[in-house]
């Protein structure tokens, strides 16, 4: 426990590493290394509470500034790796300097995909929606009666047209694809959410891709639809997926994937170096996948901690997701990859429901809407690896206790 770590990333994953690494005892010098000027923080406040005025910033860092320096993790701001010399064991910093390591954590998580310049992506007004410098110009851009396009119906995109809504703008969001959510949720779930942003009052137009935005003075003005027509804009948000920041990796010479390519441990092809969190792909379920949230960054990372200070525990995914919209809590248990069978089961009140999702007759997940007793009982399950019986699902009237006995 005397060789240095070098970690790279200050997100979630790289800060969940090093304290794990404390907490079971390991002494060994920590360096995190992060492009961000700001200390460790959590990123899903940030587009929420955060952007509403609700959250200070300073309640989103995971530790006080003062706690690295009393566990002997020195944190570099503002700074970035630019190569990885794998012979050498050292890292390239963009100011020219090296830093040696005996073990290397890549923690570089996901970027969000751009608009490219060659349509109106290099526009004054057009944002992303990742980190504290996205959430401070938007919370400067978002004024009641202003108007808003957001160009993609995932997770981030209905995020963002929330808290528009909540804070009085017109919005409208437009989805390439037959409905929003076709990557990452089945249609019924679709279909309640798309109401519930609609009852909002914000306009969702599907199968409706972006073809120009449109600037004046180099700002932002309009967007021109695949359809034809032409809308006015203040401003837009682009939520159209992200990609695995891997470029280190590829340079390097390690296997990527999709994502950096990882074992059960998460090592890579190069057993001196680990990659965790968004970045990595990992072994699940008989395949490969990469997961996309705080849940994995945070388990898979602390997973890696011991391996690294000595322990032989593979890490076994269970992935769990949310998604806050409104008033409306989206929990999801499981990863729904593949699934070709789905029950729609209506909740104990007005406005929950579920969505319990199959494949090749086995349950693998659940979206439960403002049903926190759907979402536990499927978390429960899918931890035990039971099937919960259909004839009970399909009942709204039948207790869900009934699936754990």
Not at 296 to 319: F, S
Request: net charge neutral.
């Amino acid at each position: 426990m005397t060789g240095r770590l070098v970690i790279v990333g200050a997100g979630q994953a790289g800060f969940a590493l090093a304290a794990k690494l404390r907490t079971l005892g390991d002494l060994r010098p920590i360096t995190i290394i992060g492009a961000e000027e700001s200390l460790p923080y959590q990123r899903p406040p940030l587009t929420k509470k955060y952007l509403l005025g609700e959250m200070a910033f300073d309640r989103l860092l995971f530790r006080p500034e003062h706690w690295y320096a009393d566990n002997n993790v020195e944190i570099r701001l503002s700074t970035w790796v630019e190569q990885i010399d794998r012979a050498a064991k050292q890292v390239a910093m963009q100011d020219g300097s090296a830093l040696g390591y005996e073990t290397l954590a890549l923690a570089t998580g996901a970027m969000p995909r751009r608009l490219p310049p060659s349509v109106g992506g290099a526009l004054e007004g057009v944002y992303l929606a990742r980190d504290k410098r996205d959430a401070d110009q938007l919370a400067r851009e978002m004024r009641a009666g202003r108007r808003v396009l957001i160009i993609g119906g995932g997770y981030i995109g209905l995020e963002a047209a929330a808290v528009a809504r909540h804070r009085g703008l017109e919005v409208t969001l437009i989805e390439m694809a037959d409905r929003i959510l076709q990557r990452v949720a089945a249609k019924e779930t679709a279909d309640i959410m798309r109401a519930i942003h609609r009852q909002h009052d914000v306009v969702i137009r599907e199968k409706t891709g972006l073809k120009q935005l449109i600037g004046k003075n180099g700002h932002v003005v309009a967007a021109e639809l695949s359809d034809g027509s032409t809308i006015d804009v203040d401003f837009v948000i682009v939520g159209i997926g992200v990609a695995p920041s891997d470029r280190l990796a590829k340079e390097a010479g390690l296997g990527v994937g999709n994502g950096i390519v990882v074992d059960s441990f998460a090592r890579t092809s190069d057993p001196s170096i680990f990659a965790v969190g968004d970045c990595a792909e990992l072994p699940w379920d008989g395949g490969r996948i990469r997961l996309e949230s705080v849940q994995n960054a945070v388990d898979q990372a602390e997973a890696a901690a011991g391996i690294i200070a000595g322990g032989n525990e593979p890490y076994d995914p269970k992935p769990w997701f949310w998604s806050d919209q409104y008033d409306v809590k989206l929990q999801i248990a499981g990863f729904n990859l593949g699934y070709d069978e789905t029950l729609l089961r209506a909740g104990g009140r007005e406005g929950s429901a579920s969505v319990w999702y199959f494949k090749q007759g086995r349950f693998i997940a659940v979206d439960a809407i403002n049903d926190a007793k759907a979402y536990v009982t499927g978390k429960k399950l899918l931890e035990t690896g039971t099937n919960p019986e259909k004839a009970v699902l399909a009942d709204s009237a039948a207790d869900l206790k009934q699936l754990l006995r």
